[in-house]
């Protein structure tokens, strides 16, 4: 097993132990033998060793997977690169084994060559499947507040085709929604993808229906990195009231004219078709033009007297606006892709983009009659990633927005800056260290960021600071895992400090504490992740002795919790 996992990491780098074993049942499987050396040979064949989900022996039954579609062989087949009768390429191997992992129908997807039968090579593609029927959910608890809780019962592989129909039901604090999806990520065996959503709105007490929500997209993405050409046409619509929670009740605003409820009326309309043509080898570069149009309205919630409503819309309620015009966007990262573990997963492959990448865009709302608002939105973002020694990773990024419109100063402006660094081994654990600011100024959409719980500062209450700018700062070591079968568990210690704060008024809670983590590599590469915290000093200080409140749970780790599509398309 040691020789196999060197062979294979030498070939297509670091393999963590999990997959190891994979390779050599798949190899079992066909009788066949790695190939050290395939530089300059030709693919004579392609070979498909598909696992099921669950293994005899494992910790779930393996009945279970009799009721799984197992994704056929030619759905496995067409998404590697390399055909019979190509040149070994390790570099699209990599790319292969990235854009099985992207369409989630995989829990394990690795490709290695194996000897030929005349004098070239064979391609052999393992995989496990994700369990494809299945209770997908997402949910924060603190204490025992359950703030989000989303289940999504679907079938991520119908008949084994890699489509995906689902019904999609999330309950918040206020409110319960149930939609029905489905995704088609390769539409008629193309790289066309459609997907759309349909849904209804629930008061979560009455059960009265209080809103819509829809999608729809039609796209042809860059799935390659040898692709050029890209399209995309998407629409989407809501209907629904918003009301903003702090812990398990309504916030209530003081207002000069007395309490008013953070909650008004919000209605969404927003469309987009654009075409992208991408350049370059050594740095792809994307250029992206279109039209993209949108249509907002908000209200006070009726039964507020006009005092109140008149300070609602002023100060805390997003201002109704519709525009339209062209939005071009541009993108630029360097080709250079590798793959780690450990990183955000335990002992699964997580692929990640090295060296810089920039975005930039614009988006002017031109005047027609049937658009209220003229201006020019710009957006700007950068990332640059580090491989440290020892499979660490370090990464800094920024992004920048603003609203420009003539006369008068820049509006919505934000500005968000990350850095995140994850060491080599230490002791077989890792150390994870981030610092996160997120401002904004002349902010007409009144946002309000809700920081503690399992929001960044874990060991504080739910919602303990609310304000419009955010300063965080996490350190996390992260302990080697212990295997029970399949099941990956893991250990953390942590230390949060944050605030969220208007102005320059800036008080920080600190909180301490330490973690379970769970992986089950079946279900996908997300952790399962419980946190036991206190309050050590600052605001909330005394936290009081422990109690059902410090702990929290979630899916993901800590440093999920951060405005990633900013700092990914901030416009």
């Keep these: 097993m040691l020789v196999l996992a060197l062979t294979a990491a030498a070939l297509l780098g670091a393999v963590p132990d999990y997959e190891a074993k994979l390779i050599a049942w798949g190899l079992a499987q066909h009788g066949r033998e790695l190939e050290p050396a395939p530089e300059g040979k030709v693919v004579e064949e392609i070979l498909v060793a598909g696992e099921n989900v669950f293994t005899e022996g494992d910790v779930f039954p393996a009945e279970w997977n009799k009721v799984h579609w197992t994704t056929l062989e030619h759905v496995v087949r067409r998404e590697v690169l390399l055909r019979p009768g190509d040149v070994w390429s390790r570099d699209r191997i990599i790319e292969s084994e990235r854009i099985m ?90 790289h066309f993808r459609l997907a759309e959503t349909a849904g209804v709105v629930f008061n979560r007490r009455s059960l009265a229906p209080e809103g819509l929500v829809a999608s729809l997209q039609l796209a042809r993405p860059l799935v390659t990195l040898a692709e050029q050409w890209a399209f995309s046409t998407a629409t989407t619509f809501t209907l629904r009231p918003v009301r903003v929670f702090r812990g398990p009740d309504v916030w209530q605003l003081d207002s000069p004219f007395g309490p008013v409820p953070y909650v008004y009326d919000s209605g969404a309309g927003d469309g987009e078709v654009t075409v992208t043509r991408r350049f370059g080898e050594a740095y792809k570069v994307s250029l992206q033009a279109g039209l993209r149009g949108y249509g907002r309205r908000y209200s006070p919630p009726a039964g507020l007297d006009d005092a109140r409503a008149r300070w609602l819309r002023e100060g ?83 992004a920048a927005f603003a609203r420009f419109i003539a006369g008068g100063l820049p509006l919505n402006r934000r500005y968000a800056l990350e850095v995140v660094g994850i060491s080599p081994r230490l002791g077989g654990g890792r150390l994870v260290a981030r610092v996160l600011g997120d401002v904004r100024q002349n902010d007409l959409t009144n ?45 953390a210690t942590f230390y949060d400090v944050g605030s969220a704060f208007d102005g320059a008024a800036v008080a920080l809670t600190h909180t301490v504490g330490a973690g379970l ?23 909330g200080f005394p936290g009081g002795m422990l109690s059902i409140g410090n702990v929290n749970g979630a899916y993901g780790q800590i440093t999920d919790f951060r405005p990633a599509q900013f700092f990914d398309a901030p416009l």
């Design 316 to 398: 805390w309620m997003p201002p109704s606006e519709s525009a339209g015009g062209p939005v071009v966007r541009f993108e630029l990262f360097k080709n250079d892709f590798t793959v780690l573990s450990g990183i955000e997963s335990y002992e699964l492959s997580e692929d990640v983009q090295l060296g810089p990448r920039l975005y930039a865009a614009l988006f002017w709302a031109t005047p027609l009659p049937v658009f209220s608002v003229s201006y020019v939105e710009a957006a700007l973002s950068a990332r640059w990633r580090w491989a440290l020694g020892g499979g660490g990773l370090l990464t800094v990024q920024g």
């Design 447 to 491: 946002t309000r960021v809700l920081l503690g719980g399992g929001n960044g500062v874990r060991g504080a209450p739910p919602e303990l600071q609310a304000g419009r700018n955010l300063v965080l700062g996490n350190l996390e070591y992260r302990t080697a895992t212990v295997a029970y079968q399949s099941v990956r568990f893991g250990g």
């Design 517 to 539: 983590r769970v992986l089950f590599p079946q279900f996908g590469p997300e952790v399962l992740r419980v946190d036991v915290g206190f309050i050590v000093a600052g605001r």
């Design 101 to 190: 992992r992207a369409l989630t129908l995989f829990s394990i997807a690795r490709i290695v060559p194996v000897k030929g039968r005349a004098g070239g090579i064979g391609l052999l593609v393992v995989t496990q499947d994700r369990w494809s029927l299945r209770l997908n959910s997402q949910f924060n608890l603190v204490g025992d507040l359950l703030q989000y809780l989303r289940l999504q019962p679907s079938e991520w592989n119908v008949f084994g085709f890699g489509k995906v129909a689902s019904i999609d039901v999330v309950l918040e604090l206020g409110s319960l929604t149930v939609s029905q999806g489905y995704v088609d990520p390769r539409l008629f065996g193309t």
